[in-house]
Nanobody, 114 residues
């Protein structure tokens, strides 16, 4: 499975960004797609995931501000990020969890200025 994310960039605090991730290859339900992030000196942390059945899970720090969704027909997953804070600055990684393996995308930088 190959993953390619897009949509990162620089935004002011309080603003919004939308990330997209396209998956290709051996995609098969049931599976999970989603997002993790990592900032310098910190461990990679959960942002949001969504199952092929539509069940979502969010990290505590983004609940109520971020929303994930997916287009199963196009193998796309999205992350709508609202009310962004400087502490949301990180490299965001798209993830695909299949039946036997987990795949990571190369990451996209999100920078939130104060």
């Amino acid at each position: 499975v190959q993953l390619q994310a897009s949509g990162g960039g620089l935004v002011q605090a309080g603003g919004s960004l939308k990330l997209s991730c396209a998956a290709s290859g051996s995609i098969a339900s049931p599976d999970v797609m989603g997002w993790y992030r990592q900032s310098p000196g910190k461990q990679r942390e959960l942002v949001a995931t969504i199952t092929s059945g539509g069940r979502t899970n969010y990290g505590d720090s983004v609940k109520g501000r971020f929303t994930t969704s997916r287009d199963k027909d196009k193998n796309l997953v999205y992350l709508q990020m609202n009310s962004l804070k400087p502490e949301d600055t990180a490299v965001y990684y798209c993830v695909y969890v299949g039946r036997t393996n987990t795949y990571w995308g190369p990451g996209t930088q999100v920078t939130v200025s104060s």
